[in-house]
């Protein structure tokens, strides 16, 4: 009996993305009479790694038969955790990801013995297309860029990426239409530095990011873009021009860290709180009632209480939806853990998170109450929760529907009802609502 392989994803929308790109690869693979487990790890935390050691284990522990294939980015980082790890069997870093099949079709022939396969990611060029298909086939991920040339003191994803490099305009040009020929109805354009993204060879070119998105917007009949991460000083005049077209959906994922000049300098950042300001106020005034989301990080090595408490007072006088908080963690073989002497207690991170994130849930329960009464385009997807459909507005809401017609993959129009203010409901975002 054959068995395919079983994927278990860790991480960031371009590892979902990946992830997708391996199961496409693998598509004609079987893996004889074993079951295989293929991770794709994450890095960014030292954290992240050991939820993905602990994957491993639970997996061999409760299937000793099994073979585990390690790959993503704490495959090319890590190893000094990994390759010993006797419960891996095989650790296929960054850099040989896109040899994985035939790494694979070697190891279960008996043709190679060699357990970890890692190089130079500087050197690695690949990219790879065809991944990141989700949520039912009505949504999918387009990765255009790759690698990080920004070296964040707190950041080693320039270690486990690789130099930046951009796929070409005119193929994810071909790629949307081809994914809209599928079914897709929504494309999220992600990448690992969106503002990086540059393609000079291709005719037609060089495109930038507001190229490449105008072209996409001209040349393709997808009804559905979003563009999931950006930073202050990406956001230009010309790219709000573009969201004028609303098939660009109104929702932002801003990657701001803090709001205080002096730890934005620490962190090595390009910009400084009063672009922070800037494009908040930027969005507020050319789109309002955008979504939007923002990384924040509390508690890095040179955060001061009161360097904290400005980047509080600065967001709580801002507009905005919702805060992703993180606690700084020390990651092993970034600049800050290796050259800062000094280090906010782990209780006072802790401290210090709690009041953001009862800020960002504050606020995001009052956006989420004055989105009650609206009607909005939502994109039908399969609910988790229950049988009937959940819609996704265009400006990033989550709504339960209470119909369970056979909508899926269509833009319908939806009337929220109300919200539901439990906890749990509260952080996801949940609405509920009629079609109309």
């Given at each position: ?6 994927f ?167 790629r ?16 690992i530095?969106?503002g990086?993204y ?18 996409l917007l ?58 922070v ?30 360097s ?14 919702r ?12 600049r800050?853990?290796?050259l ?64 369970n ?14 919200f ?17």
């Amino acid at each position: 009996m054959s068995l395919k392989p079983e994927f278990h994803t860790f991480g960031c929308k371009v590892n979902t993305y990946d992830t997708g790109l391996l199961q496409t690869r693998l598509e004609d693979f079987d893996s004889l009479s074993q079951p295989v487990h293929i991770l794709n790890t994450c890095a960014v935390t030292a954290e992240a790694t050991k939820e993905a050691i602990r994957k491993i284990r639970k997996i061999k522990r409760n299937s000793p038969e099994s073979k585990v294939v390690v790959t993503g980015c704490a495959a090319q980082v890590d190893g000094a955790q990994l390759d010993q790890l006797a419960e891996a069997d095989l650790i296929v870093a960054n850099s040989h990801k896109g040899q994985i099949k035939k790494i694979l079709n070697d190891f279960f022939n008996g043709e190679n013995e060699q357990k970890v396969f890692r190089a130079n990611i500087f050197k690695e060029a690949e990219l790879g297309l065809g991944g990141g298909i989700e949520e039912a086939h009505t949504r999918a991920f387009l990765k255009i860029q790759d690698g990080c040339n920004s070296f964040c003191s707190y950041c080693i994803i320039p270690y486990t990426r690789g130099k930046s490099r951009s796929l070409a305009a005119p193929e994810m040009i071909k790629r949307v239409n081809e994914l809209y020929s599928k079914g897709i109805r929504e494309v999220v354009i992600t990448g690992i530095h969106l503002g990086d993204y540059l393609d000079e060879e291709s005719s037609g070119g060089p495109y930038d990011l507001e190229d490449l998105l105008e072209s996409l917007l001209h040349e393709t009949s997808m009804p559905r873009f979003r563009v999931s991460s950006l930073e202050p000083l990406e956001l230009s005049d010309r790219l709000i021009e573009l969201y004028k077209d609303e098939r660009l959906c109104p929702h932002f994922h801003m990657s701001i860290q803090s709001a205080e000049d002096q730890v934005l300098k620490d962190m090595k950042r390009n910009y400084l709180a009063k672009d922070v300001e800037g494009v908040l106020n930027k969005i507020q005034k050319n789109l309002p009632g955008a979504f939007v989301g923002m990384d924040v990080i509390v508690g890095f090595p040179t955060e001061t209480q009161a360097s904290f408490e400005e980047t509080l007072k600065r967001l709580q006088s801002l507009d905005w939806t919702r805060i992703h908080v993180f606690p700084y963690s020390e990651r092993p073989g970034t600049r800050a853990a290796e050259l800062m002497s000094e280090s906010v207690p782990v209780a006072e991170r802790k401290e210090r998170s709690k009041i953001l994130r009862t800020l960002s849930t504050e606020r995001f329960s009052m956006k989420a109450l004055d989105e009650v009464g609206k009607t909005k385009k939502c994109l039908a997807l399969q609910s988790k929760k229950s049988e009937n459909s959940r819609g996704f507005s265009r400006d990033g809401w989550n709504i339960q529907l209470n119909s369970n017609l056979n909508i899926l993959g269509r833009e319908v129009q939806v009337k929220i009802l109300g919200f539901d203010q439990s906890e749990s409901s509260r952080m996801e975002g949940v609405h509920y609502g009629e079609l109309v």
